[in-house]
């Protein structure tokens, strides 16, 4: 059975009643390049275990099935997990749990299914809800390797950003945290099935095994973070003093610590200086 082809899409969608279903994001791929590029390239080795979001049809799992030593789904459509009982039948390695990942204890899971082996997570994940799965699959403390997503071009672009571009934002630093971001390829919109109205792009993130700076406070320098892009075009000392409700004479004299010039905007920062200025502003506390 070749699930990139159109007809047999159609034709095992019909045989459980199902069609895409936009509220779940349902762009299959349609492109066996695409599929093998991005199974090949996920970070992971043969005797690895994949986490899959998303399955879908099995279209990417079963080429995951044919590489690596064990694909655990997650999938929350039920017509979903009735496609995979037949189009995932012979493939022995494969499990799929007909769930919610938002709603998912993601490091029980992986322990549960994994064991002691080596776990990289592999997704073409649902456009509706790309920056929070990828921020609970890098919170999880699920010891993952590698997570290897397809996601929206504009989000790619995003994770990819250096500070004082337009693309730059709370989640970019936030993602430079965990894990090193590396954009793979593009795929354009008429490699799936039903064709979405942007572009996409496979990012694969090696999560860190220690972050690449050390503020003495994290909480802090992250609701420093979010504070300053909340409120992008005020300078960061209005923005930090009124979502924090720290004063604006603190704010500036630890810019001032830091040789940050003190009407500085939150976008111009880098992960390094948000470090830096979450020390300063915590001594001035
Ligand atoms: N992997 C398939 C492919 O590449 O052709 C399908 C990818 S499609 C873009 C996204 C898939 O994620 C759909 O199968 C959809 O039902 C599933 N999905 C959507 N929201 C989900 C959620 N919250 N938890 C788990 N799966 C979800």
Redesign the pocket.
């Known amino acids: 059975m070749k699930?990139t082809d159109l007809n047999t899409i159609k034709s095992v969608l019909s045989e459980v009643g199902a069609a895409p279903?936009k509220k779940?994001?349902?762009?299959?791929?349609i492109s066996e390049r695409v599929?093998a590029a991005i199974a090949e390239n996920c970070g992971a080795s043969a005797e690895d275990g994949i986490l899959?979001?998303?399955?879908?049809?099995?279209?990417?799992?079963r080429e995951l099935c044919g590489r690596y030593a064990k694909v655990v789904a997650?999938?929350?459509?039920g017509k979903?997990t009735d496609v995979l009982a037949l189009t995932m039948k012979d493939a022995d390695n494969f499990t799929v749990i007909n769930?919610?990942?938002?709603?998912?204890d993601i490091k029980r899971l992986v322990s549960e299914q994994f064991g002691e082996m080596n776990v990289t997570v592999c997704?073409?994940?649902?456009?509706?809800?790309t920056s929070p799965?990828i921020m609970a699959l890098l919170e999880s403390d699920a010891g993952f390797d590698n997570v290897t997503v397809?996601i929206q071009k504009e989000v790619a672009a995003r994770l990819t950003a250096k500070p004082g571009t337009p693309d730059y934002g709370a989640i970019t630093p936030a993602v430079e945290y965990r894990a090193e971001v590396k954009r793979l390829f593009t795929v354009p919109a008429g490699c799936?099935y039903p064709a979405p109205k942007v572009d996409s792009a496979v990012i694969r993130m090696k999560i860190r095994k220690t972050p690449p700076v050390d503020p003495r406070d994290k909480e802090l320098m992250f609701e420093i973070i979010h504070a300053s892009f909340m409120m992008r075009r005020k300078t960061l000392s209005n923005a930090v003093s009124s979502v924090l409700g720290i004063s604006r004479d603190t704010v500036c004299g630890a810019l001032n610590d830091c040789g940050i010039d003190a009407a500085v905007r939150g976008e111009a920062l880098s992960l390094y200086d948000f470090s830096r200025l979450s020390d300063a502003i915590k001594d001035r506390l």
């Not at 779940?24 to 791929?29: A, D, E, H, P, R």
């Not at 769930?99 to 998912?104: E, F, G, L, P, Y």
């Open positions: 699930l279903d779940f994001g349902q762009n299959f791929l599929v899959e979001i998303g399955p879908g049809l099995g279209t990417l799992s997650v999938e929350i459509d979903m769930q919610d990942i938002m709603k998912t997704a073409n994940l649902p456009y509706y809800i799965v397809m799936f």
